[in-house]
T-cell receptor
């Protein structure tokens, strides 16, 4: 059973602070990792992808991957109230039928003005 | 159409009834997926299709069936709905292994 785990939150941070979201996964052969943002009542939207160990930065977002520890994180710098949403971690794996994705339960982030 | 379109957006369904949720994409993505999202459980894969003509079972396939007659369409059928199938259903597509696009979702209530 391939699993992706996240703290459900809510994680509350003040406006302007750094929000740190964490994700662990159980399948050692997974190669692709994604962060999605989902606003209440809306569909998930992709915000970051990462494939190699280390950091990947995109604007205020930084994804960090450590395959040895099976750990992925998302940092949001200068957090804004508009960042308040649920953040879903997703891991890609390859099986007999092709590529598939497993999602974590999501972490709810609340940025307080 | 731009992206993925799901229909209906919401539905109340009597238990025991048959229902098909529709999903159409215009991006020519090879892979398509159906997920259900329940509070506290996140997105769980029901069925998927990596290319037209092929389908596979995901984590929670029981009570659901799919078909993939062409690249664009991937309908999900509930043969005999039960209350535990009350959920929000998302269709998604990908090209090259990146699940980049989700439909707007279908909110289904089985009573």
């Amino acid at each position: 059973q391939k699993e992706v785990e996240q703290n459900s939150g809510p994680l509350s941070v003040p406006e302007g602070a750094i929000a740190s979201l964490n994700c662990t996964y159980s399948d050692r052969v997974s190669q692709s990792f994604f962060w999605y943002r989902q606003y209440s009542g809306k569909s998930p939207e992709l915000i970051m992808s990462i494939y190699s160990n280390g950091d990947k930065e995109d604007g205020r977002f930084t994804a960090q991957l450590n395959k040895a520890s099976q750990y992925v994180s998302l940092l949001i710098r200068d957090s804004q109230p508009s960042d308040s949403a649920t953040y879903l971690c997703a891991v890609n794996f390859l099986d007999n039928y092709g590529q598939n994705f497993v999602f974590g339960p999501g972490t709810r982030l609340s940025v307080l003005p | 159409i731009a992206g993925i379109t799901q229909a209906p957006t919401s539905q109340i369904l009597a238990a025991g009834r048959r229902m098909t949720l529709r999903c159409t994409q215009d991006m020519r993505h090879n892979a398509m997926y159906w997920y259900r999202q329940d509070l506290g459980l996140g997105l769980r894969l029901i069925h998927y299709s990596n290319t037209a003509g092929t389908t596979g079972k995901g984590e929670v396939p029981d009570g659901y069936s799919v078909s993939r007659a062409n690249t664009d369409d991937f309908p999900l059928t509930l043969a005999s709905a039960v209350p535990s199938q009350t959920s929000v259903y998302f269709c998604a597509s990908s090209d090259g292994g990146l699940v980049a696009f989700f439909g707007q979702g279908t909110r289904l209530t089985v009573v």
